[in-house]
């Protein structure tokens, strides 16, 4: 009698998991910080967040390293973008129309939608159980069994139905942001295509998309391709600047990510820029700090204000054991993106790893203005810590380490470094600021059932 209710159990389980998976738990990836990529999101999808009716700086891109090829929201105005969604690319238009459509998910609220659908699903899942269980108690077993299944059945299909219905919703939605802004839609039928054949490849079936999250890539094709050959844009090229930008950007990861799949990609007999960019990341990544310089210091070379080729330069000497000459491009790449919060990052890096204390004042200065522009920098606060330290500032070290661990998520450690600062500040902001970060990190602890000391 036992295996029909935990397979009940287990369909129950099923719908509970599926709500769950619906909202991705970001927090669980790896973050990839580029400050060149992240100057691209930006530039690229500020016409998209003005045709969607948002503003441009208060819509934030988070790459994730993951090969897949995917982009998700998780509620607020973010969009995470898989580094798999940027290699898989074969141009500019392609990742604009992925990210037109994510701002189609932002735009309609679905995830607030989402969780509202599961949950309904999830009524109609439990009622089912109950029903079925009164039914069963009363000498109708298989009548009560019945029941349970089939709402176990229906909830499922609801759930999905309504998944269905947003991924349309944020398809249309993208396609009149691509409208808008003046960008070709047909990277968003090249980006279908490509999810087309992976169906293909794995064996999906074609014929309905009844049990699945999403339409089938061949039904989202048939209903975008009219509307995007209609618009006046359809023939229109990628903006070469951003295009160029782009691909640099993809060579870069590559190389960082997948050394020998660029080697592959951007032989040595290829000379441009963009495969250079990919060597010296494929190189340094390979522990080849030579080759990786010669290839850095020929595009240095050939464009020497260019603060993202002079930032990788000065990472690649910082990465090797060479600070002190890491200083040079650093401080030179700072002066000309002095908006850039992490090549001030980097610098501040070199500058305490070259052991003198003449530099931690400056480190301090730069640290200080990289925590302010950027919002989530735990390695920032690191290092301004390890200056506070060296200081003998064992109070601010503390509060610097709070902000850390608390942009990480590790709050009994800063609630720890939060009332090891509060001992020692006295009044002010800064002991302010550790109050707060320590009542927010009490807060999550007896959220979470952990015991606080």
Known sequence: ???????????????????????????????????????????????????????????????????????????????????????????????????????????????????????????????????????????????????????????????????????????????????????????????????????????????????????????????????????????????????ARFQRVKAKLIGYLDPARALRDYPPAQQSDIAQVARAYAYHQGAYPEQALSEIEALVAAEPDDPFLLELHGQILLESGRPDEALEPLRRAATLAPGEPLIGTTLAHALIATEDEGNFAEAKSVLKRAVLLDEYNPFAWYQLGVVYDREGDTPRAALASAERYHMLGQHKLALGSARMAMANLGSGPDFIRAQDIAMVSEHELRKAGEEIR
Not at 86 to 106: C, F, K, N, P, R
Not at 150 to 157: D, E, N, T, W
Not at 166 to 193: C, M, N, P, V, W
Request: hydrophobic share 45%.
């Open 1 to 243: 009698m036992t295996r029909p209710f935990q397979r009940i159990a287990a369909i129950a389980a099923l719908l509970a998991l599926l709500s769950a998976l619906s909202i991705r738990p970001a927090m669980a990836q790896q973050f990839l910080r580029d400050a060149e990529t992240e100057a691209l999101f930006e530039d690229i999808s500020a016409p998209l967040v003005e045709a969607a009716g948002m503003q441009p700086g208060n819509v934030e891109f988070v790459l994730i390293n993951d090969d897949s090829i995917n982009a998700f929201v998780a509620g607020g105005q973010r969009v995470y973008i898989h580094s798999g969604l940027i290699t898989a690319s074969d141009h500019v238009g392609q990742l604009q129309a992925v990210i037109a459509h994510e701002l189609g998910h932002v735009q309609g609220g679905h995830i607030i939608r989402l969780q509202q659908g599961a949950s309904k699903s999830t009524v109609i899942s439990i009622a089912s159980l109950v029903l079925g269980g009164l039914a069963m108690a009363a000498g109708s077993g298989e009548a009560g069994m019945g029941a349970m299944m089939l709402g176990q059945q229906v909830a499922m299909s609801q759930f999905l139905a309504f998944s269905r219905t947003q991924e349309t919703s944020a398809d249309i939605a993208g396609a009149r942001y691509l409208k808008a802004a003046g960008i070709s839609g047909r990277g968003s039928i090249e980006f279908f295509k490509k999810l087309q054949n992976q169906e293909f490849r794995l064996a999906i079936p074609q014929d309905n998309s009844y049990q699945r999250t999403h339409p089938l890539s061949g039904e989202r094709i048939s209903y975008l391709q009219n509307i995007y050959e209609e618009d006046a844009a359809w023939e229109r090229p990628n903006d070469p600047e951003l295009e």
